[in-house]
């Protein structure tokens, strides 16, 4: 196994504190935010075709965004 030359920089954010790396390292960096500070949807496609379903996701995460820049995360079952 490869050792690792750099390990990340890693900044843990929960609702009420902001944990930060001891020190500067060089490497990547990462930020943890806590699960309560994520939004989660459950969105059904069975009307639509397949075909259109990542367009309609799509637009249906643009409706619910909670910020005008954000990430997501999607997870399709069936």
């Known amino acids: ?3 690792r ?3 990340p920089q890693r900044y843990l954010q929960s609702r009420n504190e902001i944990i930060t790396p001891p020190k500067k390292r060089k490497g990547r960096r990462e930020w943890v935010i806590s699960r ?3 939004h989660y949807r459950f969105f059904s496609f069975l009307d639509f ?3 259109r379903q990542d367009s309609v996701l799509q637009l249906k995460l643009k409706q619910c965004r909670p910020f005008q820049e ?5 997870v399709l079952q069936g």
């Open 1 to 3: 196994m490869h050792k």
């Open 5 to 7: 030359v750099f390990s």
């Open 36 to 38: 309560g500070l994520c």
């Open 49 to 51: 075709p397949n075909a």
């Open 70 to 74: 954000y990430a997501s995360y999607q």
